[in-house]
């Protein structure tokens, strides 16, 4: 899965909407305990944005992305059932 926001619209809300179906959707789902998102290491605002929703760091993975070389930033979060309600 991958959530994404044009290059020309940042900071409108669109990645928090995403990111929040998504979690809402996992909880109400019943079949993950957890989510575990990827970011590269370059994008600055990916991270914040996860880190305000309850993601925490959880690793690299050095060299993740094979078309720059760039490493990507493991985050982490548990699903909750309070979570289909959001």
Do not use: Q
Not at 59 to 70: C, F, Q, S
């Amino acid at each position: 899965m991958n959530i994404a926001v044009h290059p020309a619209r940042p900071g409108g809300g669109i990645g928090r909407a995403l990111l929040s179906e998504c979690i809402r959707r996992a909880a109400a789902g019943g079949g993950l305990a957890d989510l575990p998102p990827e970011v590269r290491a370059g994008n600055e605002a990916a991270p914040r944005l996860y880190r305000s929703m309850g993601f925490e760091f959880r690793g690299i993975r050095k060299g993740y992305y094979t078309d720059t070389g760039e490493d990507a930033v493991i985050l982490d979060r548990e699903v909750r059932r309070s979570d289909a309600a959001r």
